[in-house]
């Protein structure tokens, strides 16, 4: 059956680095992946896109990455802030447009 | 700019009630979907309707009954409630012909059944 792991765990990083969230997949072939952010009690907030045909998106502080043959994405906030603490989700999408998520990763950015 | 309108944000019903969630997409968007998600776990697809006609459906009861009205509006409806229905509901729009922006999703309506 189609498998969307991310840590489980909570990521606690200091503020100022580099936070690194991993999306893997299994028995999939998505079209295209991508993130959201979603805090507590509210709905999920789109992020970026990435196509299968693409290797790197950049969007400010965010970089996502997607290697198919790995199956594999990950998710890059550099410069990290105590505000993007919040649940990271990745989701993936196939030709039906419909979004598959995995079940998050917690991120905490201390001071 | 206008989002996904969820209305109500919190409603309490009792076991074997029913219960309808409206959402309102944002205008132009053709696709509208409805996802679940319980306490701590990701959220789950349960139905969607592009140009108003069912176009996937996913883990929905068949307890559960959804529709999108000639005004784009969506309604789930949810009958004889179950203490396992409390949950999360949302509601995200989208547009196909403009496939880079992700999905909208409202603010939720929770549900809690007693």
């Known amino acids: 059956s189609q498998k969307i792991e991310q840590n489980s765990e909570a990521l606690n990083i200091q503020e100022g680095k580099t936070a690194t969230l991993t999306c893997n997949y299994t028995?999939?072939?998505?079209?295209?992946l991508q993130w959201y952010r979603q805090d507590p009690g509210r709905g999920p907030v789109f992020l970026l896109l990435i196509r299968e045909n693409e290797k790197e998106k950049r969007k400010e502080r965010l970089k996502v990455t997607f290697d198919t043959t790995l199956k594999q994405s990950l998710f890059h906030i550099t410069a990290s802030q105590p505000a993007d603490s919040a649940t990271y989700l990745c989701a993936l999408g196939g030709t039906a447009s419909k979004l598959t998520f995995g079940t998050g990763t917690r991120l905490q950015v201390t001071l | 700019a206008a989002g996904v309108i969820q209305s109500p944000r919190h409603l309490i019903k009792e076991k074997r009630e029913t219960a309808t969630l409206k959402c309102y997409p944002i205008p132009r968007h053709d696709t509208v979907y409805w996802y679940q998600q319980g306490p701590g776990q990701d959220p789950q697809f349960l139905i969607s309707?592009?140009?108003?006609?069912?176009?996937d459906k996913g883990s929905i009861p068949d307890r559960f009954s959804a529709q999108q009205f000639s005004d784009y509006h969506s309604e789930l409806n949810m009958s004889s409630l179950e203490l396992g229905d409390s949950a999360l509901y949302f509601c995200?729009?989208?547009?196909?012909?403009?496939?880079?922006?992700?999905?909208?999703f409202g603010s939720g309506t929770r549900l809690t059944v007693v």
């Open positions: 028995n999939y072939s998505p079209a295209y």
């Open positions: 995200a729009s989208s547009s196909e012909r403009k496939n880079n922006y992700g999905y909208t």
């Open positions: 309707f592009y140009e108003k006609m069912q176009s």
